[in-house]
């Protein structure tokens, strides 16, 4: 089975039972140092994200519009547990941009409702549904970040 994590992992088993299983070995005294650094890696993958676009981008994302399309943590349904977009939204929003989000699978989420897609400086795709449209997301924003490797034309992870 092919996973394509993007921006990170989400849902309720990858990115909650390591940890898990990781406490249970260690209480039995068994290193799992491997779990450990995997679960690490997932969690600093929206850091990354978020800094490769800072540098792409001056260095600073201050002040800038930034919109995050696809909120789910997978393609095609409304889950947004342990969602991956909720951590690069966090970072962007650390780094002074000002960001809005575009899911039209998820509309509601942290109350707030999905907005229109595009009219921002900068757009993030961090979970690609079938029904979004390559030119509509290429035209989304001057500078288009794909964190799944799916958008031609698009700057890729």
Not at 49 to 56: A, S
Request: hydrophobic share 40%.
């Amino acid at each position: 089975m092919k996973f394509t994590p993007s921006a990170g992992v989400g849902g309720h088993c990858i990115p909650v039972d390591p940890s898990y299983l990781s406490y249970a070995a260690n209480q039995k005294g068994i290193d799992a140092s491997f779990i450990d650094l995997a679960n690490k890696v997932n969690l600093e993958m929206p850091s990354y994200v978020v800094n490769r676009i800072v540098v792409d981008n001056g260095g600073s994302l201050n002040g800038k519009t930034v919109q995050v399309i696809g909120v789910s943590y997978k393609p095609n349904v409304a889950d947004v547990r342990e969602t991956p977009a909720e951590l690069v939204i966090e970072e962007l929003k650390s780094r002074g941009a000002k960001v809005s989000w575009h899911d039209p699978i998820v509309n509601k989420w942290n109350g707030q409702i999905s907005q229109p897609l595009g009219g921002s400086d900068i757009s993030v795709l961090v979970t690609r549904h079938s029904v979004f449209n390559s030119k509509d997301l290429l035209a989304s924003a001057p500078y288009v970040f794909d964190t799944t490797g799916t958008l031609e034309g698009a700057t890729k992870l």
